[in-house]
């Protein structure tokens, strides 16, 4: 059983930058590809961005390309996102999860852990 803890969020005016963070329980965090989703109000979970677990490999949703990064260390168990040129639309609850394939966390059905969550606010 992995245990996945957010931190980071916040509120922030438009254009501004958070560092999410996400720490995990697990000594086998290396072994999983770790993503980002998010969960506005009214909306459903959607992909963000995921990492294999060498962190050789990254993917990102269209909407976030260029501006949010992931990256990963594994000595610390724990995966980030750094968010910059934040918009209003970027205002969410953001999860961290775990999976088998970097690939397959494009589709939230394929996370086998998730993490509690934290939220993100941009004001205009």
């Known amino acids: 059983q992995v245990q996945l803890v957010e931190s980071g969020g916040g509120l922030v005016q438009t254009g501004g930058s958070l560092r999410l963070s996400c720490a995990a329980s697990?000594?086998?965090?290396?072994?999983?590809?770790m993503g980002w989703f998010r969960q506005a109000p009214g909306k459903e979970r959607e992909f963000v961005a995921a990492i294999r677990w060498s962190g050789s490999v990254t993917y990102y949703a269209d909407s976030v390309k260029g501006r949010f990064t992931i990256s990963r260390d594994n000595t610390k168990n724990t995966v980030y996102l750094q968010m910059n040129s934040l918009k209003p639309e970027d205002t969410a609850v953001y999860y961290c999860?775990?999976?088998?394939?970097?690939?397959?966390?494009?589709?939230?059905?394929?996370?086998?852990?998730w993490g509690q969550g934290t939220e993100v606010t941009v004001s205009s």
């Open positions: 697990e000594r086998t965090f290396s072994n999983y590809a």
């Open positions: 999860a775990a999976g088998l394939s970097e690939y397959g966390l494009k589709n939230r059905d394929s996370a086998d852990y």
